[in-house]
């Protein structure tokens, strides 16, 4: 894998886990 491959993947793994740390807050919260 190239540098921006692995850039691309570890930005895509940051997101989802935002994502399910924004939902699960939501769920908290709601």
Known sequence: LNK???K???LTN???T???F???K???EG
């Open 4 to 6: 921006v491959w692995v």
């Open 8 to 10: 691309f993947i570890k």
């Open 22 to 24: 924004r939902n699960r």
């Open 26 to 28: 939501d769920i908290l």
């Open 14 to 16: 940051l997101v989802q």
């Open 18 to 20: 935002i994502r399910l």
